[in-house]
């Protein structure tokens, strides 16, 4: 049997040995491919982490195995869990939240457990490095063919944290939105729809607190340095500057409210 790929996300960044180090525990137990998603997700932020998982998750192979680390509380409460999902693939972290949006997206679990064997975590365990100690080696097993229920104790799936996005509230002309995540451009991205835009009767031109923006289909439908909004490649609305900031200039950060009128 072929080891089934690695999906690898975290917030370590690219500045310390970290990433390099949880690949390699991986390679050694015989993975024989890991992707790496992103590592940039800010510090802790367990949220946007879940946003970046779950979106990824349609142009994955459809049997992999994903092991995402934004692990605020390592060494805590918090659970370290595997998750077997409907669609085939398995999902490994912290039970925080992180992994629940991609758990969603690939039909719901099917069956989890929380990582306790001890031939399969490295020892001693640190309290501060599980990605290295427990997430790592337990992804590696997986893929390489161990049984899920191998790895630990089953748990209840209702049991494991979840996370929502907010919708949006829509009244006629009218739609008060957050900003889910700001990306490297300063894009905007906000819990909007095309089709809370339509409940609101809102197309064409936007009202973006008070300033009024095209919404447009690509950056180059407005000239340099101008404001508009797009649908971007996952389907939220997103607000953009063509070669410019958003973020800077409309003066958002993520969870800042927006409201959106009718042009």
Do not use: K
């Not at 089934?4 to 690219?14: E, I, M, Q």
């Not at 607000?239 to 409210?257: H, Q, T």
């Amino acid at each position: 049997m072929n080891a089934l790929p690695v999906v690898f996300l975290s917030d370590y960044g690219l500045g310390d040995e970290f990433v390099g180090v949880c690949r390699m525990v991986m390679v050694n137990a015989g993975v024989e491919q890991v992707v790496d998603l992103s590592h940039s997700v800010a510090p802790q932020d367990v949220f946007r982490g879940a946003i970046v998982l779950s979106e990824a998750v349609p142009f994955m192979p459809r049997e992999c195995v994903y092991v995402a680390v934004v692990d605020p509380g390592v060494g805590g409460e918090r659970r370290p869990v595997a998750i077997e999902t409907e669609a085939g693939a398995y999902l490994v972290g912290p039970d925080n939240g992180l992994l629940s949006l991609a758990a969603r997206v690939l039909g719901g679990a099917a069956s989890a457990v929380e990582i306790t064997a001890g031939d399969v975590m490295l020892s001693p365990i640190s309290p501060t490095f599980h990605g290295r100690d427990i997430f790592a080696p337990a992804a590696a097993h997986l893929a390489t063919g161990m049984s899920i229920d191998d790895l630990g104790p089953a748990l209840d799936p209702e049991s494991l944290r979840s996370i929502t996005i907010p919708g949006p509230l829509t009244a006629e002309s009218t739609v008060r939105a957050e900003v889910l995540s700001v990306d490297r451009f300063g894009n905007v991205q906000l819990n909007v729809r095309p089709e809370d835009l339509g409940s609101a009767g809102i197309s064409g031109a936007l009202v973006i607190d008070g300033r009024r923006i095209p919404l447009v289909e690509t950056f180059s439908d407005v000239d340099e340095g101008q404001a508009a909004a797009i649908f971007d490649s996952v389907g939220w609305l997103a607000l953009i500057v063509n070669r410019g900031s958003a973020s800077e200039r409309f003066d958002l950060a993520p969870g800042s409210r927006v409201s959106i009128a009718r042009g």
